[in-house]
């Protein structure tokens, strides 16, 4: 794909370098580790490039993971288990993902979320809703990270008919 970035010998640069990704988005301390580590084969200056950032506070895995998990309930509506997914796809702790999606628990409404995507997606649909649209909004919502128990009451809500969870749980 792309050829090995220009090799870092300074930690002035390193730091630099991670200074400026930083400026782009926040970075959890895994990613910028790995980040550094593509840019220098010295192993040590990459440590101190990283013991640098975390003194400055400019790198916090507890304050990344609340950010990340109240940007993504509030602005692209997802549920918990899609949140901690791809929390821990970024090197994120289970304990700071546990304490981000508390947090952020206390402030939204799952079933609200569920609700408002149901709505939304009921719009889009021409004709009847038959089995085969439940069963698509129904795994659209639990990748999108609700859980099952949640999707399936509010799904049964809204359309006042029972969900058919046999043939929906074995797609």
Do not use: C, W
Not at 17 to 32: G, N
Not at 42 to 58: D, F, I, P, S
């Amino acid at each position: 794909m792309f050829s090995k970035p220009r090799q870092l010998e300074t930690e002035s640069e390193l730091y630099d370098v991670a200074v400026r990704a930083l400026m782009r988005r926040a970075h959890s301390v895994h990613e910028m580790k790995k980040k550094l580590e593509r840019r220098s084969d010295n192993e040590l200056l990459v440590q101190l490039v990283m013991a640098r950032l975390k003194e400055n506070g400019m790198i916090d895995d507890a304050r990344y993971a609340k950010q990340f998990a109240r940007q993504r309930t509030e602005s692209r509506k997802q549920g918990k288990f899609r949140i901690a997914r791809d929390l821990r796809g970024r090197g994120i702790p289970d304990r700071h993902i546990e304490a981000a999606l508390d947090e952020t628990a206390k402030t939204t409404d799952e079933g609200a979320m569920v609700r408002q995507r149901i709505e939304r997606k009921l719009r889009s649909y021409r004709g009847e809703l038959d089995e085969k649209k439940m069963a698509s909004m129904y795994r659209s919502l639990l990748r999108a990270g609700f859980s099952a128990d949640v999707v399936r009451r509010e799904l049964k809500a809204v359309t006042r008919e029972e969900v058919p969870e046999a043939e929906m749980e074995s797609e």
